[in-house]
């Protein structure tokens, strides 16, 4: 089992940043992909970015390439999603989650632990 907890969303300005914060729990984290995800109002659920055990990157919408950086640390069992230049299309609730990416790492069923949401609102 995993569980993940999640912090640093709130409210910024536009042009702001955000750093946010996944800590896990669980003897295995470093073994799994880390995937954050990000769910506007009224929108399906979208990757942002996914992180395998070695650091590497893959992100998946192109409108947080350049903007948004996913890195995690496997001695604190955290993974994070920095935020810059944020826009107000960016608001949403954002999840991690972690799996085993075997669907891919941009397909939720890759991912069978979830956090539970934080959310980030940025104001014009």
């Known amino acids: 089992q995993v569980q993940l907890v999640e912090s640093g969303g709130g409210l910024v300005q536009a042009g702001g940043s955000l750093r946010l914060s996944c800590a896990a729990s669980?003897?295995?984290?470093?073994?799994?992909?880390m995937g954050w995800f990000r769910q506007a109002p009224g929108k399906e659920r979208e990757i942002v970015g996914a992180i395998i055990r070695s650091g590497g990157i893959t992100n998946y919408a192109d409108s947080v390439k350049g903007r948004l950086t996913i890195s995690r640390d496997n001695a604190k069992n955290t993974v994070y999603l920095q935020m810059n230049s944020l826009k107000p299309e960016d608001t949403a609730v954002y999840y991690c989650?972690?799996?085993?990416?075997?669907?891919?790492?941009?397909?939720?069923?890759?991912?069978?632990?979830w956090g539970q949401g934080t959310q980030v609102t940025v104001s014009s």
């Open positions: 989650a972690a799996g085993s990416g075997d669907y891919g790492l941009g397909d939720p069923r890759s991912y069978a632990y």
């Open positions: 669980g003897r295995t984290f470093s073994t799994y992909v």
